[in-house]
């Protein structure tokens, strides 16, 4: 049926309505010769018979080849509201087109399509804003590292004048145990280096490395030195300090500047949220291990809080004095690291109980005492301070000792007179411990060898020659961890 | 008069249909109306040697698929037949579009050999908005011409039709 036909015709023309297709005949030259179907509603304006083909479907039938079978374009927007797949069969002479209708379909798909892309846009808006979070996070990190690293080599660097000013303080109480000023300047020393130790700690928890100097700690001169410590400071406000080890626990397995540190992070604590009542530091035998509470009769935590105060730079009080907030942090991860676990047990109003258990060391921890009478020892450190007092503490111990600032001095000394130990600083003028004890190793292989240094990440400058070195102590060292290492490092000497 | 066929292929929602919308009728339409099929548009150009006729249709989004079907469907295959010159179009703010693009261009030096391509970095009102470094990366391929344009504000549109427009022409 022809368009004339059909739309002279009431049947035809109801019949056109709902046909979804028509088909054009075109020239050569685009010229519409035939149309059937016509006069639906989502026919092309302009396509008639006897005028030109619209623009686009010329394009179309411009690019087809000569052919026996159709050539498909599939959901070609014809106008703002009419979409067709096109198919096209051309002789060369003249083209036929079937145009047929795929609005529905279209519109169907289009919805989806739309739906889809904006949920994409939507997905890809969130990965970039992922991707500037993550961003900024690893320069937040990278800001973070550099800070810890900071605080870190600050801290490092106090090391050395602190260890030379709590020699120096232990020299002189030893000589004048009834002074009041040497004890003064040791507590002062001990509580500046556990503030300096909890800066240390958080830049190491930030690092992500923690190094233990794991040793036989003795109980009661610690319990003692916190006695002197705090004892003072709790008179001063009207408290009583009890320090009680009802079982004569002696020794414990730990770390033992770490102990310290957690010991006076807790009383600190204790005493400044104390305002009358007792503080106490109990230590008692649990089985294989040996328990240490802190109690206090201050005001207590909220139940809501007790978790909360272990985070840094957390001060559950704003107006407590002299707290950075980072004490209980610091302590729970060294007890953590010691294989302990510190709780907190409080009720607001009642006092708090702060607890944790570390092990009795086992019996093949307990180490043989070696005689450092008649040891010889080649002293290498540049600080002449601290070189003193490792002299006269060895000397105390009828050790024979020779000492030299530098590494030059030392392998010459060391060739003119052989000795049974080497002691030095890793850090030296003209060189490094590992080094000069690498060297020295090489000469006498049966040489007792401690490296000493203020920081305690010495692997980097270990490296392969880790070997070399018996026994490693970091600053600041305290005659009892001095003799500790001279004692591991001879008895693995004999051992080889 | 001579007609060249140049098909507008990317990502979707990278300008594409607005920069056709620019150039042939000087219009652009902030919102976003995602097209699927093809739209064919015409406009002459007045050159030097004269008036051409570009007739350029207007593609479907590429999605950014591992698989070449995804990355161009049955349907684009069919449109680009006889297609004298491509425009890739990329959102300078999305990298993955600049990716697509790239893809694309791979695809096409791969099964349309010979064919010139441009690449028009859309969306340069944004340009605080773009990756760092991505204009001066892209202009720095030597295997492909790029523009920086503007759907938005015209910016570059005209005269990287018409660039193409004088290659084309002078080609034939």
């Known amino acids: 049926m022809s368009y004339a036909d059909a739309s002279t015709n009431k049947l035809g023309l109801a019949v056109l309505k709902n046909a979804r297709y028509l088909v054009a005949v075109v020239d050569k030259h685009g010229l519409v010769k035939m149309l059937e179907c016509p006069g639906l509603p989502w026919c092309i304006n302009g396509l008639r018979v006897g005028r030109q083909l619209p623009e686009s479907l010329q394009a179309i039938v411009d690019i087809c080849d000569e052919s026996t079978s159709?050539?498909?374009?599939?959901?070609?927007?014809?106008?703002?509201?009419?979409?067709?797949?096109?198919?096209?069969?051309?002789?060369?002479?003249?083209?036929?087109?079937?145009?047929?209708?795929?609005?529905?379909?279209?519109?169907?798909?289009?919805?989806?399509?739309?739906?889809?892309?904006?949920?994409?846009?939507?997905?890809?808006?969130?990965?970039?804003?992922n991707r500037l979070l993550e961003e900024k996070r690893a320069e937040a990190d990278a800001a973070n590292r550099a800070k810890s690293r900071f605080i870190a080599t600050m801290s490092n660097e106090f090391r050395s004048p602190i260890s030379s000013i709590m020699a120096h303080a232990d020299a002189l109480h030893a000589e004048r145990r009834d002074a009041r000023e040497p004890a003064a300047i040791q507590r002062a020393s001990w509580y500046l280096l556990t503030l300096l130790e909890n800066l240390l700690e958080q830049a190491r928890m930030e690092e992500d490395e923690r190094k233990l100097d794991l040793s036989n700690v003795e109980i009661p001169p610690m319990l003692s030195d916190m006695r002197q410590l705090f004892g003072n400071q709790a008179r001063s406000r009207g408290l009583m300090l009890k320090v009680d080890n009802p079982d004569q626990a002696s020794l414990v397995r730990a770390d033992e500047i770490r102990l310290h540190q957690v010991l006076v992070n807790l009383l600190s604590n204790a005493m400044r949220y104390t305002h009358e009542g007792e503080i106490s530091l109990l230590c008692r035998r649990q089985g294989d291990a040996i328990e240490f509470c802190v109690a206090d009769t201050g005001k207590g935590i909220d139940e809501g809080d007790l978790e909360r105060i272990f985070e840094p730079f957390t001060r559950i009080n704003p107006t407590g004095e002299g707290s950075a907030g980072l004490g209980l942090t610091v302590s729970r991860k060294l007890v953590e690291a010691?294989?302990?676990?510190?709780?907190?047990?409080?009720?607001?109003?009642?006092?708090?109980?702060?607890?944790?258990?570390?092990?009795?060391?086992?019996?093949?921890?307990?180490?043989?005492?070696?005689?450092?009478?008649?040891?010889?020892?080649?002293?290498?450190?540049?600080?002449?301070?601290?070189?003193?007092?490792?002299?006269?503490?060895?000397?105390?111990?009828?050790?024979?000792?020779?000492?030299?600032?530098?590494?030059?001095?030392?392998?010459?000394?060391?060739?003119?007179?052989?000795?049974?130990?080497?002691?030095?600083?890793?850090?030296?003028?003209?060189?490094?411990?590992?080094?000069?004890?690498?060297?020295?190793?090489?000469?006498?292989?049966?040489?007792?060898?401690?490296?000493?240094?203020?920081?305690?990440?010495?692997?980097?400058?270990?490296?392969?020659?880790?070997?070399?070195?018996?026994?490693?102590?970091?600053?600041?060292?305290?005659?009892?961890?001095?003799?500790?290492?001279?004692?591991?490092?001879?008895?693995?000497?004999?051992?080889? | 008069m001579n007609s060249f066929k140049i098909c507008l292929m990317g990502a979707f929602s990278v300008g594409k249909t607005s920069l056709v919308r620019r150039f042939v009728h000087e219009v652009f339409d902030q919102r976003y109306t995602t097209t699927l099929g093809v739209k064919i548009e015409t406009r002459e150009v007045e050159l030097d040697s004269g008036p051409v006729k570009l007739v350029i249709w207007d593609m479907e989004g590429a999605d950014n698929g591992d698989r070449e079907a995804e990355l161009v469907s049955s349907r684009m295959k069919a449109y680009l037949k006889g297609v004298n010159s491509v425009m890739l179009v990329a959102d300078g703010t999305r990298a993955v579009t600049v990716r697509t693009a790239w893809r694309l261009q791979e695809w096409l030096h791969r099964e349309w050999p010979g064919i010139p391509v441009v690449m028009l970095l859309n969306k340069s009102d944004l340009q605080d908005k773009w990756q760092p470094g991505l204009q001066q990366k892209e202009e720095s391929s030597k295997s492909l011409l790029c523009f920086t344009t503007s759907a938005l504000s015209g910016e570059n549109v005209e005269d990287t039709f018409r660039h193409l427009a004088r290659q084309l022409s002078e080609k034939q």
């Not at chain 1, 921890?365 to 070189?387: A, C, H, M, P, W």
């Open chain 1, 338 to 496: 010691m294989q302990g676990e510190l709780t907190v047990q409080s009720k607001t109003g009642d006092g708090s109980t702060f607890s944790f258990s570390l092990p009795i060391p086992a019996k093949d921890q307990l180490k043989t005492i070696e005689n450092l009478e008649g040891l010889s020892v080649l002293l290498v450190e540049d600080d002449v301070d601290v070189r003193e007092m490792y002299r006269i503490w060895m000397e105390d111990w009828g050790a024979h000792v020779r000492t030299v600032p530098s590494c030059d001095l030392a392998v010459a000394e060391f060739e003119n007179d052989p000795v049974d130990l080497i002691l030095t600083d890793l850090f030296l003028a003209d060189g490094n411990g590992v080094e000069l004890l690498t060297l020295l190793r090489k000469t006498r292989p049966g040489l007792a060898t401690v490296l000493c240094s203020s920081s305690d990440s010495i692997e980097t400058y270990l490296g392969r020659d880790g070997a070399v070195v018996d026994a490693f102590i970091c600053k600041p060292v305290s005659a009892k961890r001095l003799e500790s290492a001279l004692q591991t490092a001879i008895r693995l000497a004999k051992s080889v």
């Open chain 1, 70 to 129: 159709t050539q498909l374009f599939p959901y070609v927007q014809i106008s703002d509201d009419v979409h067709t797949d096109v198919h096209v069969l051309s002789n060369g002479s003249e083209a036929q087109l079937i145009l047929h209708d795929v609005n529905v379909a279209y519109e169907g798909a289009h919805e989806f399509q739309q739906k889809a892309h904006d949920v994409s846009l939507l997905l890809e808006q969130q990965a970039e804003l």
